[in-house]
């Protein structure tokens, strides 16, 4: 089990069974005792895998009502890699004040990231916006990728139903590869998962390190949860641990320097 302080989206979840009638069961109606670090089940935890790495980027996930207490929701992973992830659930009708104060918070420059064929050309950017040459506060702002965290019905509501957004840019990805993620899968191919999506974006912001750490992590998260499923035992000097565990020692190195 893991001994690291709850992050956003491990309050979200808390928050939300808090406020659950019945239990929530995973897909098979599964009642197997899990990770509260992972989610995993306890012989395959991950926590000790547990990557940590600097970003200047954040990430904020808005979140389908059940999506924090889904076992398979990748957002979790981009909150155990990245510091400044922020995590609010989503409702129509109700705004939560912190989320604006986010948004409206001055160090950071918001994009809602979500395909441009749905975005009204004004508001599309391909690239992170530049900063005024004139203005040095804002040339000091981070990145702040807001992700709608949902199946794709789900996304397509909230961007629409969310007019707090409307005065945001929005980041329109062009993966070059199709998605790894073999828990949940799209009906459209290009789709990619939550985790995916904050990589790609870590990526565009020149945070390196980062957006290679999280593929490398939701890699292995995935192996040990189609373990769990098929009742296997993990591979833990697979190429995948053993990438994740040289981007690790990488990362410690830089930071010994």
Known sequence: MSAVAPHAVS????????RSAKPFLARGGSRIERC???RLPASHCLCALRPAVAARAGVCLLMADIEPLKPSNTGWLIADVVTDTFAFGWTRTEIDPALLALLADPQWQPYVVFPGEYV??????TQLLAAPA???DASTKRPL???LDATWPEARKMFRKSPYLDNLPVLSLQPQQLSRYRLRRSRCEAHVCTSEVAALCLELAGDHAAAQMLEAY???FTHHYVQARNQQPAAWEDAAHLHLRRL???Q????DV
């Open 11 to 18: 309050r979200l979840r808390t928050a939300r069974l808090a």
């Open 36 to 38: 509260a670090g992972c």
């Open 120 to 125: 009204a050309p004004g508001r599309l950017v």
């Open 134 to 136: 004139t203005t040095s």
């Open 145 to 147: 990728f807001l992700l």
């Open 218 to 220: 939701l890699d292995v």
């Open 248 to 250: 690790c020692a990488a």
């Open 252 to 255: 410690q190195d830089r930071q």
